[in-house]
């Protein structure tokens, strides 16, 4: 029997330690083993006339992958607009059969910041003490409690949002979990200061600040950016999962930059070393531990069903979720 799985029922999941050190360990797995089939459905919402008010879309994403399964997330209006939440997923089993319903609002930005967060162990100097996040918003918290357990050394989280409500709630949030946290209004003094700079809202693209971050810092972002070079180290090393993504065919109905690759599109000519060579231990992660690294993730990868599946085993075993019936 199906099981439905509220964002109650996956919290867990996404806050305690056992549970994101297992999540972690689904990713580097499923990067390690390869990818499915991928389409992207970016279709307008009709108005009362039955046309598109050319603003307000639903977007569908669907995927299957070896040996079978697969997965159909719905994101709802993505406008300016629309409220959060709302943002369904249906888990499907080898035969096509539904295994769950799960609230994906969380799971959404898990699939995001967790991936970061290995990138992060895996490329950040060791022990990394100062951490700054850019932005603010559900992908900024998460993107902290995942570099929280990837990184335990660090001891002081700066962040920055252009909203001084936004940061300064953030901040307070993160901090009464026990963590030295401060809401900073000018970012660049931070970034410069910071062993890891994460980025997760848009804004911070080109450049990244001014000054360049410090050497030997880790740059993360799920957006595009540039950044300056080091102060005498050179141009930084850009870093991505992987070049090799699901494998991604045009809807007909595809979103306005084209249907979604691995890396976005990037190849080998521009990228130093992919996640996956770090992991399979044939490529290092740094040349010189002076030199700033750039971790971009941007794109499609593997890892959106396993975590899904990952979610719908620990949550069956838990007794978490409730069943029901179509019939």
């Known amino acids: 029997m199906p099981l439905l799985l509220d964002r109650k029922a996956l919290r867990p999941l ?4 056992r549970w994101i050190e297992e999540s972690f360990q689904v990713i580097e797995r499923s990067l390690l083993e390869g990818a499915g089939r991928f389409s992207w459905l970016h279709m307008p919402l009709a108005d009362g006339y039955g046309q598109g008010d050319g603003r307000r879309t639903v977007n569908v994403q669907v995927e299957t992958v070896p040996p079978g399964g697969g997965y159909v997330r719905v994101y709802p209006d993505r406008s300016a607009t629309a409220p959060s939440g709302g943002h369904p997923a249906l888990l499907l089993d080898a035969d096509g059969r539904l295994l769950a319903l799960l609230a994906a609002d969380d799971l959404n930005a898990w699939r995001t910041a967790a991936p970061v967060a290995v990138a992060a162990r895996l490329l950040a100097r060791p022990g990394a003490r100062t951490v700054t996040v850019l932005g603010s918003g559900r992908q900024a918290e998460h993107h902290i409690r995942a570099l929280r357990t990837a990184l335990p050394a660090v001891e002081t989280i700066y962040v920055h949002s252009r909203t001084a409500e936004h ?12 963590v030295a946290c401060r809401a900073v209004s000018d970012p660049a003094e931070a970034v410069a200061s910071s062993d890891v700079i994460s980025v997760t809202g848009r804004g911070y693209g080109d450049p990244l600040v001014d000054p360049a971050p410090k050497d030997g810092a880790l740059v993360t972002s799920i957006l595009p950016i540039t950044v300056p070079d080091a102060h005498g180290s050179g141009p930084p090393r850009l870093v991505v999962p992987s070049l090799h993504g699901p494998e991604s065919r045009s809807s007909g109905w595809d979103p306005p930059h084209g249907p979604p690759g691995a890396a976005a599109g990037r190849t080998a000519r521009g990228v130093a070393v992919t996640l996956v060579d770090v992991l399979r231990g044939t490529a290092d992660a740094r040349t010189e531990p002076g030199e700033v690294v750039v971790y971009e993730q941007r794109g499609q990868f593997g890892w959106d069903h396993a975590l899904m599946r990952w979610a719908y085993l620990r949550a069956s075993e838990t007794g978490a979720g409730v069943p029901f019936d179509l019939v």
């Not at 996404?14 to 330690?17: L, N």
């Not at 940061?167 to 026990?178: K, P, S, Y």
């Open 167 to 178: 940061r300064e709630r953030l901040a307070a949030t993160i901090a009464a979990d026990g």
């Open 14 to 17: 996404f806050t305690e330690a």
